[in-house]
């Protein structure tokens, strides 16, 4: 599991002092809220095993739906909901030949993006 229970207590401050030079550093690199929100949504797209799954599997090859749901043991019509929300969160392409429509990464950011989370908690156990 990621996260673990722990009874170590928060270290608060002993006492009460404000850093004004850092919070104005902050204050200038905080982007704004919106910016935010729509980075927290993004990121909850990362949040269902499903779709992780889907990514790990086109890491590899373009695929249709039927060898997605296939590789991965799920029913087609699952397969095609998860492929909705990452084509609308522009993390897969798809790409029609004939009757066929196979999907695939959309660009190189989504494999450092999985490999960047994967490397993080490899430095935790």
């Known amino acids: 599991m990621l996260f673990h ?3 170590d ?11 004004q030079d850092k919070l104005d ?3 200038e690199q905080m982007p704004d809220e919106e910016e935010l929100y729509d980075l927290a949504e993004f ?12 990514l790990f599997v086109l890491f590899e ?4 739906v039927c060898d997605l749901a296939e590789a991965l043991g799920m029913k087609q ?4 909901y998860q492929l909705r929300i990452l084509k609308q969160a522009r993390l897969v392409k798809s790409r029609r030949e004939g009757r066929t429509v196979y999907y695939s990464l959309s660009d ?11 490397d993080h908690l490899n430095e935790l156990h």
């Open 43 to 54: 990121f909850k797209i990362f949040a269902d095993s499903t779709r992780i799954r889907i």
């Open 25 to 27: 550093l902050v204050s």
């Open 61 to 64: 090859t373009p695929l249709c």
């Open 108 to 118: 190189d950011h989504v494999r450092g993006i999985i490999a960047m989370g994967r």
């Open 5 to 7: 229970d722990t009874e």
């Open 9 to 19: 207590e928060l270290e608060l401050c002993t006492e009460s002092c404000i850093h």
């Open 77 to 80: 019509p699952a397969i095609s």
